[in-house]
């Protein structure tokens, strides 16, 4: 038996906010993690994880709809893992399709369920259109929320978007580790080029397209972007531009150099899907880790309080141009913006300042 056991959909390897909170509760806690090789890694990279890793080997798309009809199988091996091999004291599950078979382990063995919501998944995953299966989702989510021992949300607006919570709940934002080990917090080149850094999942809903519009006649102006693909055709389409560079899909831990080597980040998210207004990634966190300006069209209220990047609009190719020519040919600002969102990252925006809200949920169900 151990004490807890984090549950994703995914291979884990990949995901930073799962390293994060093991490498956090292991401090205090026995941990195991359940997750998903859709992708089919090795057996050496998944043995080779922080703590002991099991997954469910069924290759498996990112990113389709179909993906549903896989889910089942995954459900039954995670209920099968914690019931019989693990017996867990509680479950850290991650969004809604881990959270049900942590829920139904909740109900047959009495243990502590924490319900951990970076995505709402009917916003995230479910075309409005589809009002009736958006709604069953939307139902299922918010029944399992409030039945949770505990709900962690990335931020206060996702939050309020339970409409019934537990008496414990917890903001635990994606604040990023403090890997910026040179402490370099802008680029020291003393060239007058730009390099634009994008890392993430490669969607139509991330700007890329617009970026890529806007820096197609620029001088001095690179794009690279790094992520797991998921439109490929979006990919393709703006690798015909020769200051636009794809260099792959890396672990976390390895992605710092190229980011270490950036002038500024885009952060740009299709507000046309709901998540996008409440939810808040990693990829602002990270900028401001490693001291670099931030072009992007979410998170207005830390960006004023920061004044760590430029806000544009999503759609407005011209503005984002505009923005990405005021960081190329003034090295002063960028660096200020830089500086101020490395110092708003140590003050306040790091992930261990997130760590005692993690422990207060856990000290409150393991007692």
């Known amino acids: 038996m151990v004490d807890i056991v984090i549950v994703r959909s ?42 002991r890793l099991k997954l469910f080997n069924l290759r498996a798309p990112y990113g389709k709809l179909y993906l549903f009809v896989y889910f089942p199988l995954y ?3 995670v209920l099968y893992q914690l019931l019989f091999v693990f017996r867990p004291k509680a479950v850290h599950a991650c969004d809604l399709d881990s959270a049900i078979p942590a829920f139904l382990y909740k109900v047959i063995s009495r243990s502590k369920l924490v319900f951990d919501v970076c995505d709402r998944y009917a ?28 709900l962690i949300n990335v931020s206060a607006k996702l939050l309020e978007t339970f409409g019934k919570r537990p008496k414990l709940c917890a903001i635990v934002m994606n604040c990023s580790e ?28 991330r700007g890329l397209k617009e970026v890529a519009l806007a820096i197609r006649d620029l001088d001095r ?23 636009v560079k794809y260099h792959g899909f890396f672990q976390p831990s ?15 998210y299709d507000l046309s899907d709901p998540i996008s207004s409440y939810s808040m990634g990693n990829k602002m966190f990270e ?20 004044e760590c990047g430029i806000l544009v609009n999503y759609n407005d190719s011209d503005q984002i141009k505009a923005a990405i020519i005021s960081l190329r040919d003034n090295i002063d600002l960028r660096r200020s913006l830089g500086e101020n969102g490395r110092n708003a990252f140590l003050q306040k925006y790091n992930w261990k300042m997130m760590e005692p809200e993690l422990y207060k949920i856990y000290v409150n169900l393991l007692k």
């Open 10 to 51: 995914n291979s884990i390897i990949y995901n930073p906010r799962v390293g994060k909170m093991v490498r956090s509760l292991t401090k205090r806690y026995s941990i195991s993690v359940l997750g998903w090789n859709r992708e089919g890694l090795s057996k050496k990279i998944v043995d080779n994880y922080i703590v």
């Open 75 to 77: 459900w039954i091996w």
């Open 123 to 150: 916003m995230t995953y479910i075309p409005t259109k589809f009002n009736r299966l958006y709604s069953i989702v939307n139902s299922l989510e918010e029944l399992i929320g409030s039945k949770s021992d505990a």
């Open 178 to 205: 403090d890997r910026n080990m040179s402490h370099k917090v802008y680029s020291e080149r003393d060239d007058k080029s730009l390099r634009l850094l994008y890392t993430g999942i490669i969607l139509r809903t």
């Open 221 to 243: 102006v690179q794009l690279d972007i790094a992520g797991r693909v998921i439109h490929k055709d979006i990919l393709d389409e703006i690798l015909q531009l020769p200051n």
């Open 254 to 268: 390895d992605i710092s150099a190229l980011q270490a080597r950036s002038d500024a980040m885009m952060v740009l």
């Open 287 to 306: 900028a401001m880790m490693f001291g670099l300006p931030v072009i992007t069209n979410i998170g207005s209220d830390l960006l004023e309080e920061a």
